[in-house]
């Protein structure tokens, strides 16, 4: 990610690479450069059509579960690392708990977490650039990004409502 901002001449303030804030020529050259990537992209998209009535966080801590969950099936011992999503203590110790709750059946398994601030990890910022891409095809019909990337994705899997076993639901 730092070699394609300065190869591109991008200047970001928060030294932070958003798809949604990039012009249409970077967002091709990173999704490009992800497309030929040695690496595999596992996604948990949620229709929130789907699921009006289920709170963000719910399915927020859902959907991060169950791709967590697909990553340690096929690897088992996974270091993940989370863009930095609250200021609340309990609330990231929360999302923690539904994680491990959610994988816990998986045999051997070894699986780190850690929160981190994304201007920080470039690998977070190419994630973002996934979602964008992802959320092009899904919500709006537009194909072309998620083309580009489509060669590294193992699982594009899209959660609807009728979904039971909410992790850090009560």
């Not at 990610?1 to 249409?24: P, Y």
């Not at 340690?72 to 999302?95: E, F, G, I, M, W």
Request: net charge positive.
């Amino acid at each position: 990610m730092k070699r394609i901002r300065q190869s591109l001449g991008v200047k970001s303030r928060q030294n932070e690479l958003k798809a949604a804030r990039s012009q249409s020529t970077v967002i091709k050259r990173v999704l490009k450069w992800l497309g030929q990537g040695n690496f595999e992209i596992f996604a948990v998209i949620v229709d929130q059509q789907e699921t009006p009535s289920e709170s963000g966080e719910i399915l927020y801590r859902l959907a991060l579960a169950r791709v967590i969950s697909h990553c340690l099936t096929k690897h088992p011992q996974l270091h993940v690392y989370l863009d930095r999503r609250y200021t609340n203590r309990r609330q990231a110790v929360q999302l923690e708990q539904a994680i491990r709750q959610e994988v816990s059946h998986i045999p051997e398994q070894v699986l780190i977490i850690e929160q981190v601030d994304s201007a920080m990890h470039p690998g977070l910022q190419a994630v973002d650039f996934v979602a964008w891409a992802l959320r092009q095809k899904h919500e709006f019909g537009e194909l072309w990004a998620a083309q580009l990337i489509e060669n590294v994705i193992v699982l594009e899997k899209v959660m609807g409502a009728k979904k039971s076993g909410r992790p850090g639901s009560r």
